[in-house]
C-alpha cells in the first residue's frame, strides 16, 4: 500500500467532481441536450477514466461504479452545472479550468492506485495518464469531437509527468505512504503545465513536414 | 437469486432479437453497408449493452459472449433484417418500435441480473438503464451520429423507471422471484413511455435559458 | 494449450508493429496530429484488438498492457512512423499494407489465444477476427470516421476466414501445438484475400435493392 486511502478518496472526488461539471457543461454547451443528456455526459465524462483504469487493472467492478460516492458526486456535480449552467457557459474559462483540474487529480491518483495494485513503474505511468484522460476522451467521442489527447496542446504530457512524479516519490521511499505534499506537488504541476500550455498555445512537436495548420 | 433464470433468458433474448433487428436496419438505411457490416452494427447493438453490463459487474467473459445463444439470435436478427431490408427501410417505424421494444426489455433484465448479482438498488437501476441503453450507443457512435441516450427525448428516463420497478419489486419481496407479472409490467411501462414520448415529442427539461431548437 | 507461446508472441509484436505504424501514419495523414496524438493513436490501434479480446475472455489484466514488450513495440513503432511520416505519408499504399498485415496476424494470434483459454470454435473465431478489426475500429472512432469493418469491402471477412483456419487446424489435431505452417499459411491467406479485394474493389454483398453508391 503506498497510498493514503483517505487522501486518495479525497483527490478522487475532487476530480470526479470538476470532471462532472466539465463534462456537464459541455454538454450544455456543445450540444445543447437535455437534463438526462447533461447528466449523462457529466457522469461519464466524471468516472470513465477510473472505469477504464480498473478494466486494464483487472479490479472489477471498478471502483467508481461499486462506491456509491462516486456516483453521488458524479451525478451531484452533473445536475448542479445543470441548474447554474445560464451563468457558467456564457464563459469558456470554467470548462477548461474544470477539465484541467480533473486532469491533474486523476493523473494522481490513477498512478497512486496502479501503484498499489502493484503494477510497474512504467504501467502507473500510463494508468495515471489514461485514468487522467479516458473520462474526457469518452466525452468528445460521444459528443462527436476530436478528443482532446489527440488535438489539444500540452494534454496528456502533464499528466504523464504528475503520474511520473507520483511513481518516482514512491520508489524512493519503498513502502511510504503517498503524502499530501508530493500529492498536492504533483497535481500542481499537471494543472499549471496544462494551464501555461494553452494560455501560450504550447504544442507538442508535430510531424516533420507538416504545416501547422491543420 | 431474485430472479427465475428462464424468464430473464427468454425476455433478454427477445430484446437481443429487437435490438439486432434494430441495429441491422439502422445500418442499411443510415449508412448503406454491405452484408458483413450490417451483421456487426445488428450485434453490437444487440451484444453490447449486456457487454457493457458485465464489465460493470465483473462477471466476465460477459454472458452476451460465451453463451452461444446470445451470439445465434443476434447474428440470425441481423441477417433477416439483411434480407427483408428492401420491405423494412421504407418505413421509418419498425427501425423505433423495435429500439422501444429492445431498451424495455433490456431495462427489466438488466436490473434483475444486477440484483442476482448483489449490487445495491441504485446500482441496480443504473445497470437496468446501461443494459438498455448501451448497445444503442455503441451503434450511433460507429455510424458518427449523436447517441440517442443523449439527445432523444425520453429514451433513458423510461428505462430507469422500468429498472426501479424491478428494484422496488424485488425488495418488497425480498428472496421471491423475479416473476412475470412484475417482468412483463415494467418493461410494459418502458415500450409505453417511450413511445408516447416519441409521439407527443415530449422532452426532459432542458438547461434554463437554452433554445429550444438546437 | 494448442498454441506455442514463442510463435504466438512473435506473431503478436510483429502485428503489433504493423498496427502502430498504420495507427501513427493514418494520425499524421488524416488529423495532423501532434507527436502526442500520433503515439496515442498508433498504441490504440495496436494494442485496442488485444485488449478488447482480453475483456471479452475474462483474462484482465490484458496481455497487451500488463507485458512490456508490447507497450514497447507498438509505442517505439509509432514513434518511428511519427519521425519517418515525411516518406512515408506521401504513399497511400503503406498505411493499406500495413494494416493488412496486422489484421492477418491478429486474427491468427487472436484465435490461438482463445483456443488456449477453452472457448468454443464459434467463439474463437469471433474472437480472433475482434482482435484483428478491434484496434483499427477505436483508431476510427478516435479520428472521426466510419470504421472500416462497417465499410471497406472485404475486411472482417478474410480475419473471419483466417481464424476458421486456425480453429480447424487445432480441432483436426486435439492437443498439438499451433505451428509455424498452420499460422503463416492462415495469416497469408488472410492477407492475400484482403489486398486482392481492395485490388479489385471486391464488396461483400449489398442489401437488396440498395444502390451501390452510397
Known amino acids: 500500500m503506498f497510498s493514503s486511502p483517505v487522501l486518495l478518496l479525497v483527490l478522487d472526488l475532487l476530480g470526479t467532481f470538476a470532471f462532472a461539471l466539465n463534462g456537464a457543461l459541455t454538454a450544455v454547451r456543445a450540444a445543447r441536450l437535455d437534463v438526462v443528456g447533461v447528466v449523462a455526459l457529466g457522469s461519464v465524462t466524471a468516472l470513465g477514466g477510473g472505469i477504464i483504469r480498473d478494466v486494464l487493472l483487472g479490479t472489477l467492478p471498478p471502483l467508481t461504479f461499486s462506491d456509491w460516492r462516486y456516483l453521488a458526486v458524479a451525478a451531484g456535480g452533473a445536475l448542479v452545472a445543470f441548474l447554474f449552467s445560464r451563468a457558467l457557459t456564457r464563459l469558456n474559462r470554467p470548462i477548461v479550468v474544470l477539465d484541467a483540474a480533473g486532469l491533474a487529480l486523476f493523473a494522481v491518483t ?48 502533464p499528466a504523464m509527468l504528475g503520474a511520473a512524479v507520483v511513481v518516482v516519490a514512491a520508489s524512493a521511499g519503498v513502502g511510504a505512504v503517498l503524502g499530501v505534499p508530493v500529492a498536492v506537488g504533483a497535481a500542481g504541476l499537471v494543472f499549471a503545465v496544462r494551464i501555461i500550455g494553452l494560455r501560450f498555445r504550447l504544442d507538442a512537436p508535430r510531424p516533420p513536414g507538416a504545416s501547422r495548420s491543420s
Chains 1, 2, 3 share one sequence.
Open 110 to 157: 490513477g498512478a497512486g492506485r496502479a501503484l498499489d495494485h502493484g503494477v510497474g513503474p512504467a504501467q502507473a505511468v500510463l494508468l495515471g495518464t489514461i485514468t487522467a484522460v479516458g473520462g474526457g476522451t469518452i466525452r468528445d467521442l460521444l459528443i462527436q469531437r476530436l478528443p482532446s489527447v489527440l488535438s489539444s496542446g500540452l494534454y496528456a504530457i
